[in-house]
């Protein structure tokens, strides 16, 4: 498998089943680990660096859990790769900014990742369909359980897991889930339920990652704290709120189509029509039409568009993935089209 | 025939075809004539008035012209019959608005009609698809030359057709040519060429008649004098004046398909899908739509919708024909769903 083989598939996350599917895009488990003795990476030299690069490449190659995975050395990759596996959600700004000694592993269907190399030794990240945080941490907890017992992690019994930054120290686990909020917004009251999350010590951040704006709907609630308190416990904190938001949506739903069907109706399917028949779009326009249009297909208003196609079209539509698609660099104003053309595509071809 | 089986069909004019129709939509030669020693229509008794009509309705049925045409009381209309008749084109607001004595007459078709006892005794209207205004003078011409043997008309050798208003004395003819002007609209070069037609002594109106504004990009162009030229000379003067016209609405296309094609088949395309996606839809929106799926249509860039739909749905989805179609009075909400429906089933059904 190589970098050009992920145009031809998407994620598994992008499947647009499981839980709550209709509301929640994927959950996401992300776990921080670094390797006892050796220095944190902002901290390691360059030989520091390869050595634990090689270190961890050995490992991961004797894991189950593993196999069929692509493994990347981020400096033997081009500008667009790099772009391009950020926006699959794979990899972080920061990763690809500076690459020297760093790596990501993807498995098949991408399920699994690692950066290497990133802030701590190893980011482990599992994305899952659905509203599932509960077996996407099981899978989590497995390939760390897999990795524990051929890597000596950094762990204090007084602090837990030690990280480079110590915000993440403890668990060092993340749970993120990815819902589609439109009625909360269309209806105003996602300032109302983003301050209670705030409250409780979670955050939220957009489709495109920490330090995007929402766009399409899209809010991503993850834990903040990741020290007192188990894994299991986390999850189940967030699984608790996540219900919540998703019953506030839920109900968010019902009201718009109680209080005014036909307009909800009128503003999905124009916005079917511009996606199927722009021949120039930005990508910003694009996600507020794909949100209308997926809302539209999880309410049964749109019958003739799949959720995974919609899904799959958030990813798709970015700059690095229409020109991996394209196989050539593209200006905006080239992009703006051949976006454009893959909408058409994928929504009239099904 | 009665008022409803108007509903069936739509005017010759709008078919879309002959000289230019790309450009044209439609011409019209408008007769007004009254008849010898009888008072105007604004000075005429009620009785006047009804003997007058009389002596017009009894000709009309005499002459071969008329054959199978409705004749119709405007006294006898409701509200939503005459506001269907207007938006039609087949008469004025003020032959509406106070019916006593009024008729209208209209051949089938609706090549032919005629205004009985609004401002004059008789106005007689000819209309043809397409840039055809020697044709349709023809067939005015003629129509005048049957009733001229049987009504005796109010003429002096001084100063030809006698009529209500002096502006309309002489040959008390009015040529018009609906023309479709995207392309100086969009360019912005339609002001000038607005403003050298009024120096020419040419009035240019709306789409939807004398005192409305353009929409949809249509301009209807008319000579403004009636007295020292001969009809003949009066239509010339028309033919000439519409040639340049549609010559720069010509180059204007060009040169908007050479500067940015992709943009301009993008618009097109959005508008097209969004009249056919629409499920709650203004005129106004409407109109400015169907103006660039029109020119869509025209410069071949869309396909599968044909210029006549298009020509009939400016004429059908208004208030009143709406209403009619519904069989049913309509709220202005209920219209905007109403022309939704009738617009998707009208461009998708073809």
Known sequence: MTIDDFIKNTGQWLKGTGEHSNIVMSSRVRLARNLAKRPFPNKARKKDLEEILSTVHETVNEIEHFKDSIFLKISELDNIDKQFLIERHLMSHEHAANPDGKALVVSPEEVLSVMINEEDHLRIQVMQSGFNLDETWRIADSVDDA????????????????????TNTGTAMRGSVMLHLPAL??????????????????????????????????????????????????????????????????????????????????????SCGLLRNAHIISSQETVELLSMVRLGVDLGIIKDVDRKTINELFIMIQPAHLQKIEGKKLTATERDTKRAALIRQKIDGG
């Open 147 to 166: 990795l524990s017992s051929k890597l000596d992690f950094a762990y204090s019994i007084q602090w837990g897991y030690l990280t480079a930054c110590p």
């Open 185 to 270: 917004v269309t209806t105003k009251q996602i300032n109302k339920v983003l301050a209670a999350i705030s409250k409780l010590n979670f955050a939220s951040r957009g489709f495109y990652g920490e330090g995007t704006q929402a766009s399409g709907n899209f809010y991503q609630i993850s834990n903040q704290v990741s020290m007192g308190h188990s894994e299991q416990e986390v999850i189940q904190n967030i699984n608790g709120l996540i219900r919540q938001v998703i019953e506030q949506e839920e109900q968010a739903r019902q009201a718009l189509l109680l209080q005014n069907k036909p307009m909800l109706e009128d503003k999905i399917f124009r």
